[in-house]
């Protein structure tokens, strides 16, 4: 009676085994396969009779052998369990991806536990590896991490030009004075402003006003270093905030802006529309009490460059 109990028990472990939803394998300390599971079949394409005594390592040469080796070693030795998540390790064996709501990922992704099987001499001369497909978690993780960057993105960026916002690059000003007046950096900031912008919004309409300010942010964006933090102030007004470098290197750049946008031809409804910038520059050269003060400095250069003809650069202190 003891033998039947026994041998339903068995066949009971065998169903779930088989029936389960994850991928059950059972190897020897030489890594052989003894159990194989419905899961391992359907995902790998292999019958448990074409893999049975079959190297795991040859049936998955993807495997890090010196990796997992030390791995199931630890876990015989230790008689503890072993993880590995998705997010340190993407998956054990590759497995295609066959899931139609995540089929944009090639693969799947796993959780795998392994456990040591204690034989009844006590000794652990088999080992499980329980394969988990967390592939659902991993997608929606992976777009909640792209939608978060996008929000981000977005939250500090000028719809029209797609420059930096206000409240990005004065933070980014912020700092910047920060680690002026902890570690003595130089930082330079320029502002400047498109000439006559309201004549050419009455003059050419206000669509053709708004592509204007987009292609004075393009040549701003291709004229900047990758450290460079370039924004719009407001209205045709644009800064740029330029770590480590003093003024005379400042007025170098906003020279070369200028120039740049004196060049520049905007076609808008057959018509080309020409204009220039003018220019003020600032840098921390002086005492100063906070960045909001680089701000006014840069800003009366940009008045002194008006008043003076437009189409010039200024410099504050001269």
Known sequence: MA????????????????????????????????????FMENRSGRTPEEVLHKSFFDLFPEVEQEWFRHKVDSVATLGTPAFTIWEQRPYLVRFKNYQPITGQEDFMYQNTTILPLQATNSRIEHICLIIYDV????VNKHQLQSANSQLKHLSRTDRLTGLNNRGYWEEELRREYSRHRRYGS????????????????DTYGHPAGDKVIQFVAEVVR???????IAGRYGGEEFVVLLPDVDKVSARLFAERLRQLVEALVVEADGQEIRFTISLGVADLG??????????????????QSKHGGRNQVSVHGG
Do not use: C, P
Not at 135 to 138: E, F, G, I, K, L
Not at 189 to 198: E, G, M, R, T
Not at 222 to 228: G, K, P, S
């Open 222 to 228: 291709e004229a900047i270093r990758d450290t460079d």
């Open 135 to 138: 592939t659902d978690v991993a």
């Open 3 to 38: 033998e039947n109990i026994d041998l339903n028990e068995f066949h009971w472990l065998l169903t779930i085994v088989q029936s389960i939803d994850v991928g059950v394998v059972v190897l020897n300390r030489e890594f052989s396969v003894e159990v194989w599971n419905s």
């Open 186 to 201: 130089m930082a330079a900031l320029v502002i400047f402003d498109i000439d006559h912008f309201k004549k050419i919004n």
């Open 286 to 303: 002086q005492t100063s009490q906070d960045h909001q003060q680089l701000i006014e400095w840069a800003d009366r250069a940009l008045y």
